[in-house]
């Protein structure tokens, strides 16, 4: 039996209905200075920065990171595949 390539592979999986695999995305833990903590997109840490900086100065913005604002301790969370870079 011949080995199919991975692209083959890939491209078989989409014309036969099945998802290919999405890439993965990554996160970092930062807190706010009132010991909030969030997960962050790897990529938006400056916006991040910025939203906190709007929120100390008391300044109106667009940026809001309520939505990954963590609920609890940060030993709650739990990795597949930690990385530090």
Known sequence: MK???KSVQKRLAIQQGQQAAKP???YRLL???DGHD???PVGQEELFYQWIEALENYEETELNFDDVRLNGAPSRLSFTDPKED
């Open 38 to 40: 969030y997960l962050i």
């Open 31 to 33: 807190s706010d200075d």
């Open 24 to 26: 993965v995305q990554r």
């Open 3 to 5: 080995t199919q390539s």
